[in-house]
């Protein structure tokens, strides 16, 4: 079965500064990887995916995630922080036989002027 | 509609009462998840939809949770004599199918168990 681990439950990061969220997963089989978003008090929406082809992966609002095979790897970055970027992260894993989808345990992004 | 629903957005009940949470998915989209997220944690997946094959319920935490879903319409979960620990925000999502695509969630059901 597969699982998710998100090393940093938070991450305090000032505005303009970079951040990389990590994410690692464990499946002995191809996966789909995503990437998710929560601001406060909203539901949850997609950022960004991994589903072939390039391990770099653009996403909405500049974030971007590479995937490393060798590594179990998905970890997420964004060059430069708003603070509108405070919210909670999760990474999510799918195998690719199309079953359901595995959240790691989030991490609390704050971001201070 | 537009995106996913569910309803109530709020629920408090009292400790053994039976509560019933509903998910609406998009049209047209065959696979439907529940999740509970309690306070400060991450997601927790409960059960899984796909098509008309058999559920996974691999996630549900005991025997007092149920679901149902009625072909690729809308899904009940079912908590039966609900205690203090059932307090969370349930939340619903659904995809155009199992597979490589996105999930889309609803805004969650605050349960508060009383």
């Known amino acids: 079965a597969q699982s998710v681990t998100q090393l940093d439950s938070q991450v305090p990061v000032f505005e303009e500064a970079p951040v990389e969220l990590r994410c690692n997963y464990s499946s002995s089989v191809s996966v789909y990887l995503f990437w998710y978003v929560q601001y406060p008090n909203q539901g949850l929406q997609l950022l960004l995916k991994y589903l072939s082809g390039s391990t770099l992966v653009k996403g909405i609002n500049g974030f971007e995630a590479e995937f490393n095979k060798s590594q179990t790897s998905f970890h997420l970055r964004k060059p430069s922080v708003h603070i509108s970027d405070t919210a909670e992260y999760f990474c999510?894993?799918?195998?690719?036989?199309?079953?359901?989808?595995?959240f790691g345990g989030g991490t609390r992004v704050l971001v201070k002027p | 509609g537009a995106g996913v629903s569910q309803s109530p957005s709020n629920k408090v009940t009292e400790k053994g009462k039976d509560v019933e949470l509903r998910c609406d998915p998009i049209?047209?989209?065959?696979?439907l998840y529940w999740y509970r997220q309690r306070l400060g944690q991450g997601l927790e997946f409960l059960i899984y939809?796909?098509?008309?094959?058999?559920?996974?319920k691999s996630g549900l935490p005991s025997d007092r949770f149920s679901a149902e879903r009625t072909g690729e319409s809308v899904s009940t979960l079912t908590i039966q004599r609900t205690q203090q620990e059932d307090s969370a925000v349930y939340l619903c999502?659904?995809?155009?199918?199992?597979?490589?695509?996105?999930?889309?969630f609803g805004q969650g059901t605050r349960l508060t168990v009383v």
């Open positions: 939809f796909q098509g008309n094959s058999a559920p996974d």
């Open positions: 999502a659904s995809s155009l199918d199992g597979g490589n695509t996105e999930a889309f």
């Open positions: 999510a894993v799918r195998v690719s036989a199309g079953n359901k989808l595995t």
């Open positions: 049209s047209g989209h065959t696979a």
